[in-house]
């Protein structure tokens, strides 16, 4: 387990027999770890009194990076959450960015995602702790990345 994690009631029951893990999350500002994407969208899994790691949240969500393999991401970037995150105000924190992203290494995909927001990877600091971590490369591009259009 990780530093932070310890003897916590994860949820994992559902993950036990699983052979393939796939996280589906939306790309959104969030006020406290500066995004919420598919590595953030892990932390729904620690459920309980979950707010206690708040203080520490980029911390926990590379803990949680380091501890989920999954052996898919996908981020739906097709309206990102610009403002207000993660429960937004009005429409007007709302951008149509029309973009897909998929991928195995969950830190490159949220790097790219961050790029959504008009951030760059380096200023959130879950995304820079998770590849320093050893979770994923923070470098997207050095992954070859294939961008395709669909009208």
Do not use: C
Request: without cysteine; glycine residues 10%.
């Amino acid at each position: 387990m990780g530093n932070l994690i310890k003897d916590w009631p994860v949820l994992y029951k559902p993950l036990i027999n699983a052979d393939k893990v796939i996280g589906i999350a939306p790309v959104k500002d969030h006020h406290r770890s500066g995004a919420s994407m598919a590595m953030k969208n892990w932390y729904g899994l620690l459920g309980w009194r979950r707010n206690v790691f708040h203080q520490d949240i980029n911390n926990i969500i590379k803990e949680l990076a380091i501890m989920l393999k999954p052996t898919l991401v996908i981020l739906d970037g097709t309206t990102s959450m610009m403002s207000n995150g993660p429960t937004g105000g009005s429409l007007s924190d709302l951008k149509q960015t029309n973009t897909m992203i998929a991928g195995t290494d969950q830190v490159a995909v949220d790097a790219y995602g961050a790029t959504l927001l008009g951030k760059s990877a380096s200023e959130l600091a879950y995304i820079e702790k998770a590849h320093t971590a050893g979770a994923g490369n923070i470098d997207y591009r050095m992954l070859n990345p294939e961008m395709i259009s669909v009208l």
